[in-house]
């Protein structure tokens, strides 16, 4: 008999467990909300794309994701595109305040969203941007932004800063340096900043949902209106839920060794 | 690494201060308004002083949900290092297998909040979800939205579901940077698997965990959509956590002094926890010599 290593086996119940919740999302989207409701099957019996089609050939709901992908892009190139100057600044010089400058922007990354969800949605009213991708891409800065400048500051504190002073000797100005020498020395961490500016951005939920009503509603705030008067549409909310989670599994794979960085905020 | 000293640093950090002082400061300036306002519509505000911060601090609403909110952190917490740090000690440490465990250990921390709410909702419930039902093949009296102690169950376990793997990531990040001659000198001294543990790789992931407490601590402490899709705050008022509550009052009652003077007492605790933590981060990072 094949040994099994301890270590192995409890990898695999935890994967196991990981994994059920998840399996079952994705069994319930293939399914018929006749035999989601009236049986109980492991596998789909009935292998339906009914739930697929519906999701995929009405705007009301295929809208919902480009919604989500437009202001999650907005958001993502503004956050890295202020980030970039200002982590640069953070490694390589100290000047008046930084620490608490930088200590500042950590407590917005951990601020409550429901505190800011109100001033939000009266702010972003009252200069006529609500229901605008716009909006969302910059309320979402809010905790973007500050994890942005803590991954980018961890990765830049990792080149040498010889490598700097060398290119100023040899005529390069600031900008010129930082775009052509600095910016490709640090492109994993540009990389794994927007990979994490993307993934929080498109999990969130409660300021999209405030800040937006039908122009550029998420999908996942569409995804709670699936309670219609004929009862819920277990399929459809299945489907759409394992369209949601496709994004951030096939983009996971190129930042797999990154991505304890990431969520360490650039402190590993 | 020394740096030098060079205030014209501040233009490079502009742009940063401008677009987090639209997104953070002026909100947080409205919020301070109008804790200390009374209005009767009409935009017609009133000063009411502290008023309603003395409501808010002797109200048993609030209470309740800090209670709740503190209990589920603690729990969250006490759960979810433990196992994240063993979790973490078990994880193959190279080659394909590790990838794989990567990869799909991440994925839950990748599903949108309210997705996750959605399929535990499904996945508990007795008709049609697999743990409910498979619960009631066993005869255990399971329900989540009727039962405020399988309310709790359900969350909790949701929680650790989801977050474990970010204590475990973390951890594994940290154990990846021991030296391999460490190992062998323990080896050469015969220390104990514990021993290992105590004084190898616990003093190594130091830094690390405290990131993770930190990330977990605070997450958990507003945490919104999972609990939210999943029971509502409910049953009765029993799942219901500072953020929930603080939302329900602000928009769903429009109670907006109350709900102002809560959020900025609520912040103020965020603030003050995340400074503690800052310092020993800090403080850390020199003693390593970073």
């Given amino acids: ?268 | 690494m020394d740096k030098t000293l060079n205030n014209k640093a501040w233009f490079l950090v502009l742009p940063v201060l401008v677009l987090v002082a639209f997104s953070a400061v002026i909100p947080l300036m409205t919020v301070v308004n109008y804790s200390v306002n009374d209005t009767f519509g009409n935009n017609e505000f009133f000063w009411a002083g502290l008023e309603w911060f003395e409501e808010m601090v002797t109200s048993d609403r609030l209470h309740g949900a800090l209670g709740r909110q503190v209990i589920f952190s603690a729990i969250i917490l006490a759960i979810e290092v433990p196992l994240g740090i063993y979790i973490a000690l078990n994880m193959p440490k190279s080659g394909f297998w590790a990838s794989f465990c990567l990869v799909l250990m991440a994925l839950p921390l990748l599903i949108p909040f309210n997705v996750v709410g959605t399929i535990w909702q499904i996945f508990g419930r007795v008709d049609i979800g697999l743990l409910g039902h498979t619960l009631a093949a066993f005869g255990i009296d399971y329900n989540y939205t009727n039962d405020p102690m399988d309310a709790w169950i359900t969350v909790i376990v949701m929680d650790v579901w989801h977050w474990t793997s970010l204590v475990s990531l973390l951890c594994y990040a940290g154990l990846q940077s021991i030296p391999q001659a460490y190992y062998q000198a323990a080896k050469i001294d015969q220390a104990t698997r514990w021993a290992v543990f105590r004084y190898i790789e616990l003093p190594k992931m130091q830094g690390v965990l405290l990131i993770a407490v930190l990330l977990r601590f605070m997450d958990s402490f507003m945490i919104y959509t999972e609990p939210f899709v999943v029971t509502g705050g409910g049953p009765g008022n029993s799942t219901t956590f500072l953020s929930i509550d603080l939302v329900k009052m602000a928009v769903g009652q429009f109670d907006l002094g109350p709900a102002a003077a809560f959020s900025i007492m609520y912040f103020l605790v965020i603030l003050l926890v995340s400074w503690v933590f800052y310092t020993v981060m800090t403080n850390l990072d020199k003693a390593e010599g970073k």
């Fill in chain 1, 1 to 268: 008999m094949m040994r099994v290593k301890p270590s192995a086996f409890v990898m695999g119940i935890y994967l196991l467990f990981l994994l059920v919740p998840i399996y079952w999302l994705v069994n319930m989207s293939f399914k018929t909300n006749a035999e989601i409701l009236g049986s109980f099957t492991l596998f789909p019996n009935d292998l339906t794309l009914r739930n697929y089609v519906i999701i995929l050939t009405d705007p009301s709901w295929y809208m919902g994701y480009v919604n989500s992908l437009i202001y999650v892009v907005m958001n993502t190139v503004i956050s890295i595109t202020v980030a970039l100057p200002a982590a640069y600044a953070f490694s390589r010089y100290s000047f008046m305040g930084d620490k608490h400058l930088f200590f500042w922007l950590l407590t917005n990354r951990m601020s409550p969203p429901a505190v800011f969800a109100l001033p939000f949605f009266q702010l972003y009213s009252s200069v006529g941007l609500f229901d605008t991708h716009i909006a969302v891409a910059l309320a979402h800065c809010l905790f973007n932004v500050p994890l942005a400048v803590w991954i980018l500051e961890g990765f830049m504190r990792g080149v040498p800063k010889e490598i700097d002073e060398t290119a100023y000797i040899d005529g390069y100005g600031f900008w010129r340096f930082f775009v052509k020498i600095f910016m490709p020395l640090i492109a994993s961490g540009i990389g794994v900043a927007a990979f994490f500016c993307f993934m929080f951005s498109w999990v969130e939920l409660l300021l999209s949902r405030t800040l937006t009503s039908v122009n550029a509603k998420p999908i996942a705030a569409t995804m709670t209106r699936t309670v219609s008067a004929s009862g819920m549409d277990w399929g459809v909310l299945a489907a759409a839920g394992v369209l949601t989670i496709i994004p951030g599994a096939l983009v996971i794979y190129f930042v797999r060794n990154y991505i304890a960085k990431g969520f360490a905020l650039g402190r590993v």
